[in-house]
């Protein structure tokens, strides 16, 4: 979790200057296409709503008006011309984008009617489709550049159920096999759509810290057990202040809520290197007593203070991860390279696992692979998303380094 000071600020003037997230609503028969739709759709800034048959659409449309609806003719057992006519009756002023096969007469029928009713219709999407064709058919509905998210009380995100967990997949660098999942957390405003850690969390003296990592732990369990009934055991790893070892009575609620089940392999628990640096007897001390409750410690943001770990008087930790600026271009640079080795050496000493973060490019993968990185992670192996996308989208990855993407 990134320790980035809380900066107070006035709502009224912060709110009254900005552009809304665009909102799109999504209409189709089934389930796992709208699902699909949306997934690309917020991946685009978008804030969404889905809908499976008119008189959901007309409730929709009677509440709030989105700035886009997305309509799919391909789907059986929906009633298009009872969407138009919900779109009309409610005086949509918005636009619509039908996506099927452009020659096909249903999608001609559709436009068609649509003109006539005065429907403001984009130019239909063929399928299938990607992200890029995606793109351009909104590129009129996206801003020049993503808006600015607001500032917003961590307190008042707790309280009305928008802060959620994002998983990003950690891979084995030698078989590409998934090796577990970092949990980042996220708030979804229901104006502003994803907004970035940055504007919501608080600095580690404020009083509502605690309850933040209070919400990530107790998320990431209730997360751990939805992917295991969904897809089997993950192995989760969690961000957490080494202020919150302070607390006897939350690290004792921390140990109390591990599952007992047969199945979980503990819990990972990321503390930043450089509070390892600051406080080192805590953070010894912290991973020695709770390996005895099926947690572990791992340190996040390892870079050029990496010898000053040489000096901890034990050395009870089970992973240390690159700071992600030395692994961007490490393929390249040498420099980069000498401090990812050093801190593989020293991983490896200490019999713990090195991680690379930020692994974005089949070069850089590479270069992880050859300098001896036991475990990979980035956005060529998939960016961070929500449990149920992650649990919907788990890379089954080749066994071959040399078939990486």
């Excluded at 800034?45 to 008119?54: I, L």
């Excluded at 409730?59 to 709030?64: M, R």
């Excluded at 997305?70 to 009756?89: F, K």
């Excluded at 969690?238 to 070892?245: G, R, T």
Aim: overall charge negative; aromatic content about 8%.
């Amino acid at each position: 979790m990134e320790q980035i000071n809380f900066v107070e600020y006035s709502r009224a003037a912060h709110f009254g200057h900005r552009k809304l997230a665009p909102r799109a609503c999504v209409v189709d028969s089934k389930r796992h296409l709208r699902l699909f739709l949306s997934d690309a759709l917020e991946d685009l800034g978008f804030v969404t709503c889905e809908c499976g048959q008119a008189s959901d659409l007309a409730g929709i449309l009677q509440a709030e008006q989105p700035d886009l609806i997305v309509l799919s003719v391909c789907a059986d057992g929906i009633n298009v011309g009872e969407i138009l006519e919900a779109i009309v009756r409610k005086d949509f002023g918005g636009k619509v984008l039908v996506i099927g096969q452009p020659d096909t007469i249903m999608v001609k029928a559709v436009r068609q009617i649509g003109e006539e009713y005065g429907i403001a219709m984009l130019p239909s999407l063929p399928t299938p489709f990607g992200a890029a064709s995606l793109r351009a058919s909104l590129a009129t509905l996206l801003p020049a550049e993503p808006a600015p998210s607001p500032a917003v009380d961590v307190a008042e995100a707790l309280k009305a159920g928008w802060l959620e967990l994002w998983y990003q997949q950690k891979i084995n660098a030698r078989t590409l096999v998934p090796s577990g999942a970092e949990a980042l957390v996220r708030m979804r405003h229901p104006a502003w759509g994803v907004v970035p850690p940055a504007y919501f969390i608080p600095d580690d003296k404020d009083p509502h810290f605690c309850k933040l990592s209070e919400f990530v732990i107790g998320r990431a369990i209730e997360d751990w057990r939805y992917l295991l009934e969904s897809q089997g055991p993950v192995d989760l790893s969690i961000n957490l202040p080494i202020s919150f070892f302070d607390d006897a009575a939350a690290v004792r609620d921390l140990c109390r809520a591990m599952p007992a089940h047969p199945a979980f392999g503990g819990l990972l628990i990321e503390i930043n290197s450089s509070e390892v640096v600051d406080h080192p007897d805590l953070a010894v001390d912290t991973a020695r007593r709770l390996r005895l409750h099926n947690i572990a410690i791992a340190i996040d943001n390892v870079g050029a203070e990496w010898p000053s770990l040489l000096e901890l008087r034990s050395f009870p930790f089970v992973e240390l991860k690159v700071d992600q600026q030395y692994v961007k271009g490490c393929a390249d640079d040498r420099l980069k390279q000498t401090v990812c080795r050093r801190i593989v050496e020293l991983a490896g000493d200490n019999g713990a696992r090195a991680v690379a973060q930020g692994i974005e490019t089949r070069a850089d993968y590479l270069a992880a692979h050859d300098m001896g990185f036991d475990l990979i992670q980035g956005h060529l192996f998939g960016k961070p998303v929500g449990v149920r996308k992650f649990a919907r989208s788990r890379p089954q990855l080749a066994a071959d380094p040399e078939k990486a993407p």
